[in-house]
């Protein structure tokens, strides 16, 4: 019953006023952040970071808020799909399959609805299974050590990079280069590395500046490149009403599907995109070709949408319980604990029951907030895909320079954001990830502080590293994870997805 | 091998390859800093050097066919968006909030949308509203105008 009394602690936090509207606002921008084609949970939560920190909320104030937010954006990334055939963000891809065919029938509003409700039965789950699964996780992360936290790391890299992307050499770069950005600075040891004696680096680079210039001011970049094209101007939904029966017939598919997208959410490196992609091709084998997936129909929406939302929730659990991020939105989720002086892992559960509880309280009531901003008021939602680029990224762009500005209050760190932001246009064109340079800004210096601890405790003697069977089998993992998906490309070989628009702003960080 | 394709990743495996060095060689001249550990301040960088110039390696050994690159028209519109950051980034202290942010908005919105009127009503309402949203709804300490003009 140490759940219930938890889960007390946690209501009575998130049921105070406060609390609460700071939830309802988070999941309102959220929902609308998913929504427009072009910024996804990732580049939206980055973009808030700042400004939540500049405006001084506390701890559990400004997670329920950024978390609301990704919960939101979750949701909101079906609208886009559904209505413009352009995934709001990359884990909403699936869902254009059936969901656009359906809009075209003119059920737009049926499939709004049935993704809403799918939405809202992924994420539920996700959020129960997280109660009672993360506090057993973070009970057995206190058996790590400093090499098991090693090995963790480097299995965080190798999946990340060995699931989300289609080259290994790039998604290892990726990873190289984020781990070598974290090194400048200076070390826990009073040395100065990689400075070039300019005094703005001693602190190391800001991973905030370095993640709006990445994901948001890329994105305006991207966005100028292509003139803002594949953006629809005009959409039509006529009355919503709510297909009882339609989404009574999905229920299993729904359930089946939070299940498989919760453990791919659970499993680091595999994200959001992957839960719903396993899910949809789940449920495509179990209907057969009868099923008519691929034409609109209700259970090619629900299968996505629900995999796609267990998943984000699932996603939480590693981050919270080892602070190690299984996606690109989880990492920036994991930079806002870092700000906020919060160390995850088993101490955060044991030292800070009120920041976990009261943000799991939050996401279930954020929950029923967006199933109804999602079903009855999904209209509004709808109007703002019709605000054209020319006025949003140019509002993102000014975001993001007046969060970093009224953060650190320095023109170099501007410079810096630029700078991040022309290098991730590049690298997106070259298809190299920028999640895994995120991920090695953030984690470098705890990675390296693990080996020299390590170290230090062996007495400079390596195979400590392989001396636990949690830490070899962590090490057999991150080998697995990083070279296995270049035998399973060949044989699993993705469906070609039918005739699909998918512009390069639309193809963002899961 | 067929040199004409893979350009970008080529070039990009050189230049990674390059830097990896420099970045490790400047790694090697780290000193151990107050207490001695046995890893010392050069082994992580080390590795993340030679990490990196495998991966720059099989970069320019298997490179990746090219991407879609903009034609030079885009790339100076993307230039002249870079220049335009950087001056407001330079601006935005001494100049206050509302004329430096009218003045990047609107550029960065034409730059989208050709559209001069547009663009222009874009700067003008994207500054006034950001400013009013960031000052007085959510309190953060933005200078409107230069000091000592009202």
Known sequence: MDILSNLALGFSIALTPWTLMLAIIGCFIGTIVGALPGLGPSNGVALLIPITFSMGLDATAALVLLTSVYYGAMYGGRISSILLNIPGDEPAMMTTLDGYPMAKQGRAGDALVISGVASFVGALFATIMLALVAPILARVAYLFGPAEYFALYLLAFSTLGGIASKNQAKAALASAIGLGIAMIGIDNNNVTRFTGGNLHLNDGIDFLVAIVGLFAVSEVFVFIESHGRGSALGVKLDKVTVPWREIWSTRWTMLRSSILGFIAGVLPGAGASLGSFLTYMMEKSIGGSKAGFGTGVAKGIAAPEAGNNAAAGGALVPMLTLGVPGSGTTAVLLAVLMTLNITPGPTLFANRPEVVWGLIASLLIANFVLLFMNVPLVKIFVKVLTVPPALLLPGVMMVSFVGIYSLTGSYYDMLLMIAFGVMGWIFRKLDIPTVPIILGILLGNAMENSLRQAMTLSAGDASFLFSSGISIGLWVAAVTGFVAPLFLRRIIKKPTLPEMEVPDHAKPID | MNLSNGKGDRIFGVVVVLVAVAYGVAALQFKQGFIVDPVGPKTFPLIVAGVSVVCGLMLIVKPDPDPEFPPLRTVGTLLMAMLTLVAYAYAIKPLGFLI???????????????????????????????????????????LGVPKGWF
């Not at chain 2, 990047?104 to 006034?128: E, H, M, N, W």
């Open chain 2, 100 to 142: 430096p942010t009218a003045i990047a908005a609107a550029i960065l919105s034409y730059q989208i949308d050709p559209r001069a009127k547009f663009a222009v009503a874009a700067g003008l309402g994207l500054s006034g509203g950001l400013y009013v949203l960031f000052k007085f709804v959510l309190g953060l300490g933005l």
